[in-house]
């Protein structure tokens, strides 16, 4: 049973305009929550994270929340860029060292 | 330039045959990742280590085997592959947050 669940395999979005990725987790342990980004024939790369004491966390074009009592965490990139085309994998973790991962979701950004 | 190098890049294998991954990393990280991806399922841990000398199993680590005798070095191995086991393998380690390797590719027919 998937503890961390990314339910949209891809999501196609027009540069300029907001992109959304969904995570939804199961566990109530999770208590930090990070978003990786993956180019293809490359390994996972950190894009941000969040800790379960805040709501939200802001790095530049990502914008990173979290819903505690839905369990429900999204990534807001804006303005999307073709640069952002890419798989993002949303991880948790319990306070532990390892990281579960979602089955990701391939994100198209459209010039 | 420092990071997490993953050998070899690209594999193909026959039903029974063996090798092993080579996962360095030249970081001093203590704990260290070994994880498959596949269509649909996301990274999976297979296993893991937090020392020289120290493995333990993750979320799907049958048919795997592992050695960490060197700090730098965490070793993946199948001891007879499956077509099962055709996925792409990602190593990584964790110092402040995870470094991954840029992932073994291996098909197992």
């Known amino acids: 049973d998937q503890q961390v669940k990314q339910n949209s395999p891809s999501l196609s979005v027009q540069e300029g305009r907001i992109s959304i990725l969904n995570c939804d987790y199961t566990n109530s342990m999770f208590d930090y929550f990070l978003w990786y980004k993956k180019y293809p024939a490359e390994g996972p790369t950190f894009l941000i994270s969040i800790s379960s004491i805040k709501d939200k966390n802001e790095d530049g074009r990502f914008t990173v929340f979290l819903n505690k009592s839905a369990k429900h965490l999204s990534l807001h990139i804006v303005p999307s860029q073709p640069g952002d085309s890419a798989v993002y994998f949303c991880a948790a973790s319990d306070g532990g060292n390892k990281l579960v991962f979602g089955a990701g979701t391939i994100l198209r950004v459209k010039s | 330039n420092a990071g997490v190098t993953q050998t070899p890049k690209f594999r193909v294998l026959k039903t029974g045959q063996s090798m092993t991954l080579l996962c360095a990393q030249d970081?001093?990280?203590?704990?260290m990742y070994w994880y498959r991806q596949d269509p649909g399922m996301g990274l999976r841990l297979i296993h893991y280590?937090?020392?020289?000398?120290?493995?333990a199993k993750g979320e799907v680590p049958d048919g795997y085997n592992v050695s960490r005798l060197k700090k730098q070095n965490f070793l993946l191995g199948l001891e007879s592959a499956a077509p099962s086991q055709t996925s792409v393998y990602f190593c990584a380690s964790q110092g402040l947050g995870y470094t991954f390797g840029s992932g073994t590719r291996l098909t197992v027919v």
């Open positions: 970081m001093n990280h203590e704990y």
């Open positions: 280590s937090v020392g020289e000398g120290t493995t």
